[in-house]
T-cell receptor
Framework: KAGVTQTPRYLIKTRGQQVTLSCSPI?????VSWYQQTPGQGLQFLFE???????NKGNFPGRFSGRQFSNSRSEMNVSTLELGDSALYLC????????????FGDGTRLSIL | QKEVEQNSGPLSVPEGAIASLNCTYS??????FFWYRQYSGKSPELIMS????GDKEDGRFTAQLNKASQYVSLLIRDSQPSDSATYLC???????????FGRGTSLIVHP
């Protein structure tokens, strides 16, 4: 069974640009969550999508947005990039149940110059 | 505010010893508990799930849950240098689809 697939694995952008990251969940998983991980802050929850709707949202500015498609694949967009957006962005999928664990993709490492 | 607390470490143990990693949580409504292992530069990997009080064993790993005291722990027996990683504790409340993660404990197993 294929795991969570994230593309691209690495990205280098400059301040002010925008970026789109992609995530394909495990087959049968309809919940997709996004996290930002930095050395100083640990795992920070961005948002969760289910059935093409944002169901939960973390405490990030509106520059961070996402969407989910009918096949459960998800994209995350960051506009007007800032140096502080440099981080590992992780996507996690799970079955839609409150007792199921999340499974993570390999992440996209975003570097802002 | 749901909180999950872990000692950041590093916890250093000799090869072959038992490593004990602890996690406490604030929400008494928590029902699902998970341990993830994260190697440096990699993504978190699920290693254990536990839902009921008591112990759950999987190979060299044992998860222990005590809901009355609001803690969950992970024991790693016969620790190996390859176990050196950061271990994340994650807790889900009943009815919640999003776990709350601790900041992780760094484990170093030295030969």
């Amino acid at each position: 069974k294929a795991g969570v697939t994230q593309t691209p694995r690495y990205l280098i952008k400059t301040r002010g640009q925008q970026v789109t990251l992609s995530c394909s969940p495990i087959s049968g998983h309809r919940s997709v969550s996004w996290y930002q991980q930095t050395p100083g802050q640990g795992l920070q929850f961005l948002f969760e999508y289910f059935s093409e709707t944002q169901r939960n949202k973390g405490n990030f500015p509106g520059r961070f947005s996402g969407r989910q498609f009918s096949n459960s694949r998800s994209e995350m967009n960051v506009s007007t990039l800032e140096l502080g957006d440099s981080a590992l962005y992780l996507c996690a999928s799970s079955r839609d149940s409150d007792n199921q664990p999340q499974h993570f993709g390999d992440g996209t490492r975003l570097s802002i110059l | 505010q749901k909180e999950v607390e872990q000692n950041s470490g590093p916890l250093s143990v000799p090869e072959g010893a038992i490593a004990s990693l602890n996690c406490t949580y604030s929400d008494r409504g928590s029902q699902s508990f998970f341990w993830y292992r994260q190697y440096s530069g990699k993504s978190p990997e699920l290693i254990m799930s536990i839902y009921s009080n008591g112990d759950k064993e999987d190979g060299r790993f044992t998860a222990q849950l005590n809901k009355a005291s609001q803690y969950v722990s992970l024991l790693i027996r016969d620790s190996q240098p390859s176990d050196s990683a950061t271990y994340l504790c994650a807790v889900k409340s009943g009815g919640s689809y999003i776990p709350t993660f601790g900041r992780g404990t760094s484990l170093i197993v030295h030969p």
